[in-house]
């Protein structure tokens, strides 16, 4: 049941796809596709009807891949047979729904109670004997990289379609990234130097 539901950033609704709904419900993509379009404006009713156009690899022209939130999603799956694949595709995907908007829900806290100890790195660092004019950026891409596994600040937007960031962190990224960020303000807090800081943090 897993990637049945995508979410970009903290201010985007999660949504589906229609590759995901022809997989999941048993039917051919081309027949999901003609649903959708032959039912834009009842799908439209429950918001933009959202697609990214993707080049496939040996395909000269590019492929359109539906972005539908939930209620789209919904009112789309009831234009489908009732087969045994697509009842048990709508359960786990209302379940999938709900646990990306539990998701998000927590995210938006969790992005609004970093701010301020955001705020106190750079008070930290504006602060900071050591202090270059790429210390903070390269304090940043630090921390995104633990918190990560190696991500860097562009390869978060460009992957997850984020303008911030910090807007693409999981929940799990977002608390190891608040922990390592404390840690950070206290070692620049203690006059460290920026090798000694990335050197704790690299172990961290």
Not at 155 to 161: G, L, T
Not at 163 to 181: F, I, N, P, S
Request: charged share 25%; aromatic share 8%; proline share 3%.
């Amino acid at each position: 049941m897993n990637d049945l539901v995508f979410m970009h950033g903290l201010n985007e609704e999660p949504y589906t796809t229609d590759k995901i709904i022809a997989e999941c419900s048993n039917n051919q993509l081309k027949v999901v596709k003609n649903l959708i379009r032959n039912h834009k404006q009842d799908l439209e009713e429950f918001g933009f009807l959202h697609f990214e156009n993707a080049k496939l690899p040996g395909r000269g022209r590019p492929q359109k891949t539906y972005h539908l939130n939930e209620q789209q999603a919904t009112l789309l799956i009831t234009y489908l047979d009732n087969t045994p694949e697509v009842n048990q595709f709508k359960k786990n995907l209302v379940r999938e729904f709900y646990r990306m908007r539990k998701e998000l829900n927590q995210r938006q806290i969790n992005r609004a109670i970093e701010k301020p100890q955001r705020k106190s790195l750079m008070d930290a660092v504006k602060d900071w004997p050591h202090v270059t004019q790429w210390s903070y950026r390269n304090m940043t891409q630090l921390l995104l990289k633990r918190a990560t596994g190696g991500m860097t600040a562009q390869q978060i937007k460009k992957q997850r379609h984020v303008k911030v960031a910090l807007d693409g962190l999981t929940l799990k990224e977002q608390e190891r990234y608040k922990q390592l960020e404390n840690i950070a303000i206290g070692l620049v807090g203690l006059n460290k130097t920026w090798d000694e800081v990335k050197g704790v943090l690299l172990l961290a």
